[in-house]
């Protein structure tokens, strides 16, 4: 069987449209998956680089406001530091 390779970027993003979505199929459930899935692709590629709140009002555990976030980007990227990233704009 072949296998394939995902970039922890693409999966970075994806979730991180997922996790903002409030339509009704966007249950607690489905961002704690979610959450769950990214963080641990993330710490086993050594990419894990933290998330924020989408509302800092709303962090509490349990709550839809704790799983309503978004995953920052690996600090290396291709190879590039992120400062290296940021001076060139």
Do not use: W
């Not at 970039?7 to 996790?19: E, G, K, M, S, Y």
């Amino acid at each position: 069987m072949a296998r394939k390779t995902v970039q922890v970027v693409d999966l970075i993003t994806f979730a991180n449209i997922a996790l903002a979505r409030t339509d009704a199929e966007a249950t607690f459930g489905f961002k704690e998956g979610i959450c769950t899935m990214v963080e641990k692709a993330m710490f086993l590629a050594d990419n894990y680089s933290g998330f924020s709140f989408l509302d800092n009002s709303q962090t509490q555990p349990y709550t839809m406001g704790h799983v309503s976030r978004r995953y920052y980007f690996p600090k290396e990227k291709y190879g590039v530091s992120f400062e290296k990233l940021k001076n060139n704009l």
